[in-house]
C-alpha cells in the first residue's frame, strides 16, 4: 500500500487574507517591535480567556523565562516541572541557575497530582514559608505545569497543592489556546488564567500561529508591568536609553502580531475541525485490535491539539516504532512522544520523583496527523493505512 499524497502532521492553517495586515506593516515600517497589531493581538488574547491584559513576546519559552523571574526564581531554587514534556518547559528554569525536580504523569499524560502531593509530604519539610527539598536542602519556588496536547490537567486538586505549600505556579499553556474548565471551581476558566501566570506559544505547529511568538497573562497587573519591562531590555527612558535591570529582547514583533490577529478570528473554526477529526479517528481506532486513543478530559473543552495513539505489540502484531516507520514511509507524518527530560544529557543528574508512567507512554506512543485544515479523505486515510499495517503483520 502506498499513500501517494504526504500528509503531514500538524502545519499551519494560513489564509491570504493576513496579506493585507503583512502590506500594511511593510507599507508602514512597523515591522518590529511597534505598531498596532501588537496591542490588537494582545487585546484579542487578552479577551478570548478572559484576562484584563496580555503581553506578546518572542515565543513561548521567552514568557517562560520571563514568568520565572518576576516570579521570584533565583541561582539555586528548585522548580518542579513534568518529565513528560517538550524540553523548552524545563530550559528556562537553567536559564535562571535554578534546577528542575522531575514528576510523573498520570493517564491524561498531564504531571500525576497524586505522586507531586506525596513528594511535597514525605520528601520536603515547610519552614518559614518555604518549601526545602530534604535531598538537597534547597528552596522550591515553584510549579510550572504543563497543559499536554491541549488537554487540561487537574487544576482543583493543582490548587489546593499551590495554596497547602504556597508556592507558585506557572501554567505552561502553549499547547492549550482554547482549552477551558467545563465544571467545578474554575468552570469556564481558560488554561493559563488560574494560577499566578500563564503562557501561550505560537509557533508554526500550535494550533494558532504567528510563525513563532508567544503570549503571558496573568490576573497580577503588576507582574505583567514587570515582564513588559523586562521585555524591552528594561528601559525606564526610551529617550535618554536608561535602563534600570538587566533586561531581554523578548518583545513581540508586529509582523508576528499581524498574523496573530486574523489566526484569533478563525481559533473556533480551527478547534471545531479538531474535534471532528479526532471523533473520527475515535470511531475507527476503537475497532483495531491493539490500538487506542487517548481520551481527553470530560471536565474540559480541550483544543484538541494533538491526537495520540497507543501500540500494544503485542495485540496489533507492531510495536510503536515499527508503526512509526511504516507510517512515515507511506506518506504519513507521525512522531513518537517527546524523549523525557531527566533522560536528556542536560538534565541526567537532576532529582526525579518516581517515574513510572512516562516510561511506559514514550516507548508506546504516537502521535498521528491533526492539523486544522485536515481533511476528512486524509484521517480516512491515516485510518485506512493503520488497518492495512495491523492486517499485514497477522500475515507475517
Known amino acids: ?32 517591535t511597534g505598531g498596532r497589531f501588537i496591542q ?35 541561582h539555586g531554587d528548585e522548580v518542579i516541572v513534568p518529565t513528560l514534556t517538550f524540553i523548552a518547559a524545563v530550559n528556562p528554569i537553567k536559564y535562571i541557575g535554578a534546577e528542575p525536580v522531575f514528576m510523573d504523569c498520570d493517564d491524561s499524560l498531564n504531571m500525576d497530582m497524586e505522586k507531586l502531593e506525596e513528594f511535597l509530604k514525605n520528601e520536603c ?6 518549601v526545602i527539598n530534604k535531598n538537597t536542602n534547597k528552596v522550591i519556588k515553584a510549579i510550572i ?30 499547547e492549550a489556546l482554547g ?14 488564567t488560574i494560577g499566578d501566570i500563564g503562557v501561550y506559544s505560537f509557533n508554526a505547529n500550535k494550533i494558532l500561529t504567528t510563525g513563532g511568538g508567544g503570549m503571558v497573562v496573568s490576573n497580577n ?5 514587570e515582564i513588559a ?5 528594561a528601559k525606564t527612558d526610551s529617550l535618554y536609553f536608561i535602563h534600570d535591570d538587566v533586561g531581554y529582547n523578548y518583545r513581540m514583533t508586529n509582523i508576528q502580531a499581524a498574523f496573530g490577529t486574523d489566526q484569533m478570528d478563525r481559533l473556533e473554526s480551527f478547534i471545531e475541525t479538531k474535534v471532528k477529526n ?54 504519513i507524518q507521525t512522531r513518537p512522544l517527546w524523549r523525557l527530560i531527566h533522560k536528556q544529557k542536560p538534565y541526567l543528574d537532576s532529582q526525579r520523583y518516581m517515574i513510572e508512567k512516562a516510561e511506559y507512554y514514550e516507548e508506546n506512543l504516537i502521535n498521528v496527523p491533526c492539523s486544522s485544515n485536515l481533511a476528512e479523505e486524509d484521517v480516512l486515510s491515516v485510518i485506512q493505512s493503520l488497518k492495512y499495517f495491523k492486517e499485514k503483520s497477522i500475515l507475517i
Not at 519539610?125 to 518555604?130: L, N, T, V, W
Not at 490537567?153 to 501554567?171: A, F, G, H, P, S
Request: with cysteine.
Open 278 to 331: 479526532y471523533n473520527l479517528y475515535k470511531e475507527t481506532i476503537e475497532n483495531i485490535d491493539g490500538l487506542s486513543l487517548l481520551p481527553f478530559t470530560e471536565e474540559a473543552r480541550s483544543n484538541h491539539w494533538f491526537y495520540s495513539v497507543i501500540v500494544n505489540k503485542e495485540k496489533y502484531g507492531m510495536d510503536r516504532d515499527e508503526l512509526l516507520t511504516a507510517l512515515n514511509e507511506n506518506n
Open 40 to 74: 490588537e493581538f494582545e487585546t484579542k488574547i487578552a479577551k478570548y480567556v478572559g484576562v484584563e491584559r496580555a503581553i506578546g513576546c518572542q515565543n513561548g519559552t521567552a514568557g517562560l523565562h520571563l514568568a520565572l523571574k518576576v516570579l521570584g526564581v533565583e
Open 179 to 192: 482549552s477551558y474548565y467545563l465544571k467545578g471551581k474554575y468552570a469556564n476558566k481558560h488554561c493559563g
Open 1 to 32: 500500500m502506498i499513500n501517494n499524497k504526504l500528509i503531514p502532521l500538524s502545519v499551519p492553517n494560513l489564509s491570504l487574507d493576513i496579506l493585507e495586515n503583512i502590506k500594511e506593516t511593510i507599507e508602514t515600517g512597523w515591522v518590529s
Open 229 to 233: 519591562f523586562l521585555s524591552v531590555q
Open 125 to 130: 519539610i515547610q519552614k518559614d514559608g518555604q
Open 145 to 174: 505545569a504543563v497543559h499536554v496536547f491541549g488537554n487540561p490537567l487537574n487544576i482543583e486538586k493543582l490548587m489546593k497543592i499551590k495554596e497547602k505549600y504556597n508556592l507558585k505556579l506557572i501554567e505552561d499553556s502553549t
Open 221 to 225: 497587573s503588576k507582574l505583567l508591568d
